[in-house]
């Protein structure tokens, strides 16, 4: 079993989405896990339900749920639900019957899942010695985003498996189109899915997976022929 991280360096970037395709192209058997949700009544669906929708073959597992729109802490905080501890999410882990363990973070690389002690997903990533795509977005902004994610990610010892832009507009303005070529820079462009892509059906995201999701996760994605089309339109 192999476990592979998805963060992002916000909330709202994709992340998700871009869980949800790798799942798609995956060969291998594979669990999407989530440790925590947030934001959500206790009867709703979630993330893991998105991805399911989206790549029915695929496993989920959701450890702990708090309603509130909040970073895991302080969503615990408020709810009075007892925060996860590494040991459960290792458990979690072990206990999932894949090949392949997607780990879907909460907001960005060091929002906090507990208080007492501190533990950020990063911290959960060097528990489960796993690598983690880096899920961001094109807008203006992303340069200082991206750069002090993937610093924090370095520090720690953790492998970025690549950069995917979660959500590129159909209408990119002056900002994206700039900003791709800068983001290439700061790491590997492993990917950029259209946004939009919640919406579509298994089959249809899985082929728009595979166009935008590079050879190391099973798609045809090209960095350099995607940002020379971009840069013709500058």
Avoid at 12 to 41: F, H, N, R
Avoid at 55 to 82: C, F, K, Q, W
Avoid at 114 to 138: G, M, N, R, W
Wanted: aromatic fraction near 4%.
């Amino acid at each position: 079993m192999s476990v592979l991280g998805v963060t992002g360096t916000s909330t709202g970037v994709g992340k998700t989405i871009v869980t949800a395709a790798v799942a798609a192209l995956c060969p291998d058997v594979v669990t999407v896990l989530k440790p925590a949700q947030t934001g959500l009544p206790l009867d709703a669906a979630g993330d893991v339900d998105e991805v399911k929708r989206l790549v029915p073959h695929v496993e989920t597992m959701e450890l702990v749920r708090y309603p509130d729109p909040l970073a895991p802490a302080a969503a615990a905080r408020r709810s009075g639900i007892p925060t996860l501890s590494p040991a459960e999410v290792l458990e979690g882990i072990e206990e999932a019957d894949a090949d392949l363990v997607l780990m879907e973070g909460a907001g960005g690389l060091l929002v906090r899942f507990s208080d007492d002690p501190v533990l950020t997903f990063a911290d959960l990533l060097v528990e489960a010695q796993a690598p983690a795509v880096l899920v961001t977005s094109p807008a203006l902004g992303t340069l200082n985003h991206t750069a002090l994610t993937l610093e924090a990610m370095q520090r720690r010892g953790i492998e970025c498996a690549g950069l995917v832009v979660g959500a590129w507009p159909e209408r990119p303005d002056l900002a994206n189109l700039m900003n791709l070529h800068d983001l290439r820079l700061l790491a590997p462009l492993a990917g950029v899915l259209p946004d939009g892509m919640a919406f579509l059906q298994p089959r249809s995201f899985e082929t728009v997976a595979r166009a935008g999701l590079s050879p190391r996760f099973g798609g045809e994605f090209d960095a350099d022929r995607f940002v020379a089309r971009v840069e013709e339109l500058l």
